[in-house]
């Protein structure tokens, strides 16, 4: 794998290295302006390896293939991708003499001297035919209907490649020819050499090694064969050209157009069928000799654009473009001009122009005026009347419906007689310069001048300015609005709205008029009011709404010059960088404001036009014929076209992806013949992505827009803004299909967008598996976390199951003890009292006892009831009680006591703890009445990290040294109850005399 990064990053500098030229300077255009063909030429400044082209083709996937001695090169009308044997090691040789392409797609490519190398998806293959010697190169190759190819060489090889076959014949090559030709008719090759013509056929009953052919043919000279679209071939014989269909001639365009010395070196037809001829000569050659349906031959040579007139390839692209390989002078496009130009002798900048009535044009230049008929161009000079230079300076033309001719001029206005013209005689402001000229719906004529507004109606003149209500007096644009109203556009004044000699000014606002210098004006058939201007764009005033384009949306210039409607009703916008027709269905968008951006083509010089550069200040600066030819005032001179000669591309272009890099390192490169890549898997970690595409729009490429997305990552198409990458610096782990398309100089969008599957990896811990697994360990911690809670819960109401019922024993244990007890007690002593009631002093004492066993048996369930009131589980209730028994108690047993017991917290205490504390603390409290012979009893309570003691010490006897062993005094019973609850019981010899009794216990004990 990394053997394969290393390989495609070297290919990938070495191919860079080969396109940077053709991305720092473009193709120049070497046609001139007078020229009917639009020329423009690639040589090695602008990227091509060598400036001879031996081989030009077209591929399927639009692509153009060019010849040279210093490599095969690809080129998508911008950047040549250069392969030579240092890049493709696999090609033979860099030195490239002949290039075709099969209905499978495949490459055969033919070297100097390396043989033939066919170049497939799969690979290349070298065929070992032509190798060794200049000799046996390629010079001419054929596809039958079988899809077998054949191939002829230099030195008479005649090959034939079918189904990974390849078969040779010998044909011609018993003597040296100049002519190896082939062409393929059906089921019959026509092998063409300098002086014979075979037909070998059919070609289905073909079993090598056996060749049959049909005729055989001697002529005095053949010196090329061109297949022909429309079936047959054209023969370039005896020094005359043929169209034939077998043997029998179907046209003949006559002798050789060309020099005698000359010879043709290439030929291909156009869209039309019609014949294109190169040629060569022992220095040079004569050109391209382009015929068209009349057999009428045009010449290209140096006069036209062409660097050099040695031509030794031709190649009609699908869209119309002839593609010239030269002897030294690189490669040529040349596409027919549909603009023609007009210019006068003495000047080049047009100003103005009008048609009259006939269809002739007048056209206004600044220095003259001219007639252009169907004769040609009249001029006009001093000799006519207009002798200053103000006079000479045409700025306005018009001619009215009486088809009188108003010429206005720097030096004021005049009108033409027929012989001359003559100063019209007004207002003063007719002396100053006219720069516009209008006639409105009413049959009025109105002119604008340095000095305010004119109008002229039969013979009455009435002259507007800044105190009649005009914004400006110097006024450059005029138009009339079904409704009556003149618009009047001015110099630093707005616009101006004048109807039944009541005026609106319409000045710079926001949102409203873009600027107060108005250069252009037209009102459509709706009504609304075009208006542009000479640095803002563009804008439309429609029912009270103002709507503003500048060329953020879409305007090829924001300096507009004209505005012309054409008979299909699309605008023409001249600018100062192009013409731009706007479609009549994207101006309702506009005017009513649905539509922000301005769609149309744009015509530049790239387009035939002399300049980008429309004339700016006059009026009318554009006009209509009434055939329909358009014509346009320009710095360069006038120049006109008819729409329906500029037919749109009707061709989508396609798009391909050229190259794919990851984090800065190239994964996959268009090379040769490899296939496209149609599904990509990003690592995880690399999923930083550039992608590079192109279009194969070769007619306007630098034209092209591109639109991309990537599915699944961003719904919504992202404007390419004339770069041709796309960059994905941090995709997320998932599945998305990247999508691009591209639109031609015309606005036709790819049908079809090229795509790539894109898949990037998740990281391992964001693989399913991983997070399979994950899940599962969760759901099993989960169910763990639940089973341990649940077991946790179920034992924690045990054990309080548990406790209840040792709290219902104990309670059952002490009414039996205790209460139950004494009840018997009672109840035995009543018999007694029954017994001995004629004793009264035995009945006397039995009272006495049952007295007191009822205080006991109280008490008793006084305890009962305390130990069982959960009021009392804290620590402070357990103090208080017992402090209240020991002082009753002991106060009882005539001893004295002191009790030590700190600030108390809020400790809760177990119901358990509560009571076996207080048993053993009273148990305690028993014996020293009983057993100790004590004065006092002292009682204390301490807090220890979490542990409570409670001591009970006494100043009597002490106990005996055998007291434990012997258990007497409770001492096991106590233990017990310790023991129960966790805690610990100690007993021992207090200091100084007396006994010690210490529990020590917690407020929850642990159960095990």
């Not at 799969?122 to 000799?135: A, F, K, Q, T």
């Not at 006519?384 to 045409?394: A, D, F, M, R, S």
Request: a neutral charge; aromatic letters at 8%; one cysteine or more.
């Amino acid at each position: 794998m990394r053997a394969n990064q290393r390989r495609y990053f070297i290919i990938a500098l070495l191919l860079l290295a080969t396109t940077l030229p053709a991305l720092i300077q473009r193709a120049a255009v070497t046609s001139p302006s007078d020229s009917p063909f639009l020329v423009e030429n690639w040589s090695t400044g602008e990227g091509l390896p060598q400036s001879s082209v031996l081989g030009v083709l077209q591929d399927r996937d639009g692509y153009l293939w060019l010849g040279t001695l210093n490599g095969l090169v690809r080129f998508d009308g911008l950047t040549f991708t250069v392969f030579d044997a240092v890049n493709t090691p696999e090609l033979p040789s860099s030195r490239i003499v002949h290039i075709y392409e099969d209905r499978r797609r495949q490459l055969w490519i033919g070297t100097e001297t390396a043989g033939i190398v066919l170049a497939r998806p799969e690979g290349l293959r070298n065929l070992d035919v032509g190798r060794g010697s200049r000799e046996g190169r390629l010079r001419a190759v054929a596809e039958d209907q079988r899809g077998a190819v054949w191939l002829y060489t230099a030195d008479g090889q005649l090959c034939r490649y079918l189904d990974g076959q390849v078969h040779v014949w010998q044909v011609g090559a018993d003597r040296p020819s100049r002519c190896r030709a082939l062409a393929l008719e059906e089921d019959r090759l026509w092998v063409g050499t300098d002086h014979q013509l075979t037909a070998i056929g059919p070609l289905k009953d073909i079993e090598p090694p056996r060749l049959p052919v049909e005729l055989v043919l001697p002529v005095t000279r053949l010196d090329l064969l061109v297949p022909s679209r429309t079936g047959g071939h054209w023969r370039l014989t005896n020094g005359r050209i043929l169209l034939c269909r077998g043997n029998q001639l179907v046209r003949d365009l006559g002798p050789y157009p060309w020099r005698p010395n000359a010879w043709p070196s290439a030929g291909c037809e156009d869209a039309e069928g019609n014949l294109i001829i190169g040629t060569l000569d022992e220095t040079s050659g004569d050109g391209v000799y382009w015929f068209d349906a009349e057999g009428r031959a045009t010449r290209l040579g140096k006069a036209e654009g062409l660097a050099t007139e040695g031509i030794l390839a031709l190649c009609m692209d699908r869209e119309g473009n002839l593609w010239i390989g030269c002897d030294g002078g690189g490669l040529h496009r040349v596409q027919r001009k549909r603009f023609r130009r007009h210019i006068l002798t003495g000047g080049l900048v047009a100003q103005t122009v009008c048609s009259d009535a006939d269809g002739n044009v007048w056209m206004g230049f600044t220095r003259g005026l001219g007639l252009h008929t169907t004769n040609g161009l009249q001029e006009f000079g001093p000799e006519h009347g207009l002798v200053t230079p103000y006079e000479q300076n045409v700025s306005a033309l018009w001619v009215d419906r009486q088809q009188r001719v108003w010429v206005g001029t720097g030096g004021g206005l005049f009108r033409w007689t027929g012989q001359r013209f003559e100063r019209v005689a007004g207002p003063p402001a007719l002396l100053t310069a006219v720069a516009a000229i209008h006639e409105d719906r009413a049959g009025r004529l109105w002119f604008g001048t340095q000095a305010g507004l004119v109008g002229w109606d039969q013979g009455r003149w009435r002259w507007l300015r800044t105190a009649d209500g005009l914004g400006a007096d110097s006024v450059r644009a005029l138009a009339d609005d079904p409704q009556g109203a003149l618009w009047i556009g001015t110099i630093g004044g707005g616009l101006t709205r004048w109807v039944s000699n009541q005026t609106t000014v319409y000045r710079k606002t926001p949102g409203g008029m873009p600027g107060d210098d108005v250069s252009c004006l037209w009102v459509d058939d709706r009504g609304a009011v075009w208006v542009g201007t000479p640095g803002q764009g563009l804008a439309c005033f429609f029912q009270g709404q103002w709507h503003r384009f500048t060329t953020q949306n879409g305007l090829p210039g924001n300096s507009i010059s004209y505005l012309l409607e054409d008979d299909a009703g699309h605008l023409w916008v001249g600018s100062n960088a192009g013409l731009l027709r706007i479609p009549r269905e994207t101006l309702e968008k506009l005017r009513t404001g649905q539509l922000r951006n301005v769609t149309g083509r744009v015509y530049t010089r790239a387009d035939g036009l002399p300049t980008g550069e429309c004339t700016q200040g006059a009026q009318p600066a554009a006009a209509r014929t009434p055939d329909g030819r358009l014509w346009f005032a320009t710095v360069q001179g006038v120049v006109s076209v008819h729409p329906a000669e500029l037919r749109p591309n009707p061709f989508p272009p396609p798009v391909l992806v050229e190259s794919v890099w990851l984090s800065g390192e190239p994964v996959w490169i268009r090379s040769l013949r490899n296939p496209s890549l149609s599904r990509l898997v990003i690592p995880p970690g690399r999923n930083r992505l550039e992608i590079h595409y192109t279009s194969l729009n070769l007619s306007a490429p630098e034209r092209a827009r591109f639109e991309y997305r990537l599915a699944g990552y961003e719904d919504t198409w992202t404007p390419a803004d004339g770069s041709r990458l796309a960059r994905y610096p941090n995709l997320p782990p998932g599945q998305y299909e990247f999508q691009a398309r591209a639109a031609n100089e015309d606005g036709l969008w790819s049908s079809v967008p090229v795509t790539l599957k894109v898949v990037v990896q998740p990281p391992f811990w964001r693989t399913p598996w991983f997070l399979a697994a994950a899940s599962l360990s969760l759901l099993a911690g989960v169910a763990g976390t639940v089973h341990l809670i649940s077991t946790a819960r179920l034992r924690r109401q045990l054990r309080q199951q548990q406790a209840l019922e040792r709290e219902r024993a104990r309670i059952a244990r002490d009414l039996h003890d205790q209460v139950g007890a004494n009840l018997v007690q009672v109840a035995l002593l009543a018999e007694l009292l029954e017994t001995d009631k004629d004793q009264p002093e035995e009945v006397e004492a039995h009272a006495r006892q049952i007295t007191e066993t009822a205080r006991e048996t109280t008490r008793a369930l006084d305890e009962i009831v305390w130990a069982t009131n959960p009021a009392h589980d804290s620590l402070e209730g357990l103090v208080n009680y017992l402090c209240k028994y020991a002082q009753e108690y002991l106060a009882l047993a005539g001893l004295s006591y002191r009790l030590d017991v700190p600030p108390l917290p809020d400790v809760p205490l177990a119901p358990e703890v509560r009571h076996n504390v207080y048993l053993a603390a009273k148990e305690a409290i028993h014996n020293v009445v009983k057993h100790a012979r004590a004065r006092s009893v002292h009682l204390r309570l301490r807090l220890d990290n979490g542990h409570i003691l409670l001591e009970i010490q006494d100043d009597g006897c002490g106990l005996p040294p055998d007291a434990a062993a012997r258990g007497r005094h409770g001492l096991e019973n106590m233990r017990r109850r310790l023991e129960e609850i966790g805690g610990r019981f100690h007993i021992a010899a207090a200091p100084g005399g007396g006994t010690r009794v210490c529990l020590e216990f917690t407020a929850f004990p642990e159960r095990r």
